[in-house]
Antibody
Framework: QVQLQQWGAGLLKPSETLSLTCAVY????????WNWIRQPPGKGLEWIGE???????NYNPSLKSRVTISVDTSKSQFSLELSSVTAADTAVYYC?????????????????WGQGTTVTVSS | QSALTQPASVSGSPGQSITISCTGT?????????VSWYQQHPGKAPKLIIY???KRPSGVSNRFSASKSGNTASLTISGLQAEDEADYYC??????????FGGGTKLTVL
């Protein structure tokens, strides 16, 4: 049973860089895209971006200038960095897995999620 | 990239059926059969309940069904139960290899 375990700093000051990591346990790292999604307090989900095992990335255009997603296949981990944070970046951040292709035996959607990490930006 | 449009809230009584709509554009839901739906209980991570428009993952109740017409996808929950009370989000693949979520719908079971 694949599990995603995420961690990172929970309190940041404006202009700092958010950094989160998500580790994959109990499943293959290749053949999937690894996503970051966030949810501001009381609001909806927002897709941030994704990376595959080869390091190819796709980002939300509204965040692209500040986002970097990277992968460490040797550790089955992927990471999110979001620069120049403001209070508007306060949210619960989730990592999630989706198959790279629709012919995967797994549902072609974000079927496995991490537990979420609360990040607060405050001076 | 604008969020897909969902009603803010819907409600129904136990045993009834409800439908949640999710309206996108020709750049996302209207062009791809890759709409998924997620259920989120308070303080929990979202759970996938529908993928590729109408498919249910293993273990998801057949009380959940979904369809799409044009730019609008719909999730129907039949035989409402108290445990169905949650927030529901649609999500679609969009152009330029991105994904977009809906604003979410709060389901209240009366």
């Amino acid at each position: 049973q694949v599990q995603l375990q995420q961690w990172g700093a929970g309190l940041l000051k404006p202009s700092e860089t958010l950094s989160l990591t998500c580790a994959v346990y109990g499943g293959s790292f290749s053949g999937y895209c690894w996503n970051w999604i966030r949810q501001p307090p009381g609001k909806g989900l927002e897709w941030i971006g994704e990376i595959n095992h080869s390091g190819s990335t796709n980002y939300n255009p509204s965040l692209k200038s500040r986002v970097t997603i990277s992968v460490d296949t040797s550790k089955s981990q992927f990471s999110l960095e979001l620069s120049s944070v403001t209070a508007a970046d306060t949210a619960v951040y989730y990592c999630a897995r989706r198959p790279s292709t629709s012919w995967s035996p797994d549902p072609f959607a974000m079927g496995v999620w991490g537990q979420g990490t609360t990040v607060t930006v405050s001076s | 990239q604008s969020a897909l449009t969902q009603p803010a809230s819907v409600s129904g009584s136990p045993g009834q059926s409800i439908t949640i709509s999710c309206t996108g554009t020709s750049s996302d839901a209207g062009s791809y059969n890759l709409v998924s739906w997620y259920q989120q209980h308070p303080g929990k991570a979202p759970k996938l309940i529908i993928y590729e428009g109408s498919k249910r993952p293993s273990g998801v109740s057949n009380r959940f069904s979904a369809s799409k017409s044009g730019n609008t996808a719909s999730l129907t929950i039949s035989g409402l139960q108290a445990e169905d009370e949650a927030d529901y989000y649609c999500c679609s693949y969009a152009t330029s290899r991105t994904w977009v979520f809906g604003g979410g719908t709060k389901l209240t079971v009366l």
